[in-house]
């Protein structure tokens, strides 16, 4: 055989083959439907298993006036796997011929092709929902979208499905007109929000439920939402933020007089506590009815340094649902909660003693700064330690073996502080750490400082009992300790 004979062969072998799959595979969309959505527009749609989607890539459309014309010379519009899609400037009265087919993953060249569909486009065009499974269910479900936001719509509904038989929902949404479709896969829940759209736009909505065996089913009717907000408060903004209150200021839907605002408000936080540790907290949500007259509320009785995510809708005179508008906003940091006082360990090398420090709850807010004030007996007064204001603190300054009367600082740590420190040891955060004077006692304690934008808040430790390099000074026994 020469080479030229052998590669007709295998031509001739390609070509049968390929005639083989395009034959065998037919394709059979189930309840494929056409439906008029305008007098120019019609909705083409019908239903596909999901669980193939792995291998359909999408769809060809092909349609037509004239059903004797070659397919190739028929109009086409090819889809992703969504088996939804719109043909504009149909013209009424006359009858379109349809057929569909699929792209799929692994065949090269044309995939399964469906038989022909006939439809006659009047305004009285057969609806997609007239079998007696989904005439029962539209006249119970419903769909309904609103505009959130310039930007974002709010899905919900009411189907009527199987709950053994479903596993979510698939909403479909494009501009209207278009054929291009975008969908977004939920669980089972009632609402959803559409986000990046396109502002002033009228956008088509329709909704699938995704069944157990992977089948889109329960397709609601399409509807029609501009994106421009006028069901929501509008402007909403937070103001007046404390660390324990907020206030909410809004301006009235454009739609509708409210009977009432239903405000919302929940919040998580997440901090460091005074072990060391990570909490995670979440607050329950917080449901507030305010009148409808009313363009601004406080929040009050909230947590400090905590985000809130709070939601704001108008109820209508009928009470019927609208959607929420949402914000979030920290409240403002506070003074850390109280510590634990500082502990004696034991005198190290005799001239230096080890004190463990405590650590402040972050509960409230980022601490900044630690610092470490030694606060030398006098024979006067016991003083609280928060008489001595750390401006004053920071600006004693004493030349290495004076004889020191008052408090000073004598070291500071920035956010992190560690669970030791050597007093009259190395020195920390720019500040002296004196040697302490054997015949003197000593007290010690910790201030936590919290930098807020409106000022730096502290809390104190408890003293420390006295300290002392002569033992017999000391109240408790001291461990001996050697530094490794
Ligand atoms: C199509 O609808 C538009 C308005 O929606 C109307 O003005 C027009 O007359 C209609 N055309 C036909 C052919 O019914
Ligand atoms: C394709 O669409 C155009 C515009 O709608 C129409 O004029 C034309 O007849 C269509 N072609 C076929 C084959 O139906
Ligand atoms: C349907 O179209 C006919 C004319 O073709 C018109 O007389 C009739 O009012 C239309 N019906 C509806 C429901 O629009
Ligand atoms: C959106 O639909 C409304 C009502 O059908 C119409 O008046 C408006 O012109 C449409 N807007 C756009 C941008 O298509
Ligand atoms: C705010 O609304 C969203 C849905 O739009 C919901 O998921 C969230 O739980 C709501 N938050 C509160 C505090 O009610």
Request: hydrophobic content about 35%; charged content about 20%; overall charge neutral.
């Amino acid at each position: 055989m020469t080479y030229l004979l052998k590669a007709v062969l295998c031509v001739i072998i390609l070509v049968v083959k390929s005639r083989t799959i395009e034959d065998s595979l037919i394709y059979t969309p189930k309840n494929f439907c056409v439906r008029l959505t305008t007098n120019k527009t019609a909705l083409i749609q019908w239903v596909e298993p999901v669980t193939i989607r792995t291998e359909i890539m999408g769809y060809t459309l092909y349609y037509t006036r004239d059903a004797e014309l070659p397919l190739k010379e028929w109009n086409s519009t090819t889809i992703g796997n969504s088996p939804l899609t719109t043909i504009r400037d149909i013209e009424l009265g006359q009858v379109y011929s349809f057929r569909v087919q699929v792209r799929s993953l692994g065949l090269d060249g044309p995939g399964p092709l469906s038989d022909l569909y006939h439809f006659k486009m009047s305004n009285r065009s057969r609806s997609c929902y007239d079998h007696p499974k989904t005439l029962q269910i539209k006249t119970l479900n419903f769909l309904r979208a609103s505009a959130t936001s310039h930007k974002s719509v709010e899905v919900w509904w009411n189907l009527m499905y199987d709950p053994h038989h479903v596993t979510g929902f698939q909403i479909f949404y494009g501009l209207e007109g278009s054929n291009n479709w975008k969908y977004k896969l939920v669980g089972l829940t009632q609402s959803a929000e559409l986000t990046g759209l396109e502002e002033g736009a009228n956008y088509t909505i329709t909704i699938a439920a995704v069944t157990i065996s992977g089948m889109l089913d329960y397709y609601s009717q399409e509807i029609t939402v501009k994106v421009q907000p006028e069901d929501v408060p509008l402007n909403l903004k937070v103001s007046d933020i404390r660390p324990d209150s907020m206030i909410l200021e809004w301006s009235p839907p454009t739609r509708f007089y409210p009977v009432k605002y239903k405000i919302a408000y929940d919040a998580v936080k997440d901090f460091i506590d005074s072990t060391g540790i990570r909490q995670h907290f979440r607050y329950e949500t917080t449901e507030e009815y305010v009148d409808g007259g009313i363009k601004a509320y406080a929040l009050r009785n909230l947590m400090p340094y905590t985000n809130y995510n709070i939601n704001i809708s108008a109820i209508p005179i009928d009470y019927s649902y609208r959607p929420a508008v949402k914000i979030t906003a920290r409240t403002d940091m506070a003074a850390p909660n109280p510590m634990t006082k500082p502990d004696i360990f034991g005198v190290i090398n005799g001239d230096n003693i080890q004190i463990l420090l405590p650590k402040a709850s972050e509960e409230y807010g980022p601490v900044s700064y630690y610092y470490v004030v030694v606060v030398p007996e006098t024979p006067y007064v016991d003083l609280p330690s928060k008489i001595f204001s750390t401006e004053e603190l920071l600006e004693n300054e004493w030349e290495e073996g004076e004889d020191i009367n008052t408090p000073y600082i004598t070291a500071k740590f920035s956010g992190k502080i560690p669970y030791a420190f050597i007093l009259g040891g190395p020195d920390h955060g720019g500040f002296k750490n004196h040697k302490l004077n054997s015949k003197k006692r000593y007290r010690v304690f910790l201030r936590a400082v919290v930098i807020t934008p409106n000022g730096d808040l502290f809390t104190d430790s408890p003293y420390s009992d006295y300290i002392s390099l002569d033992s017999n000074k000391m109240k408790t026994k001291l461990q001996p300790f050697n530094v490794i």
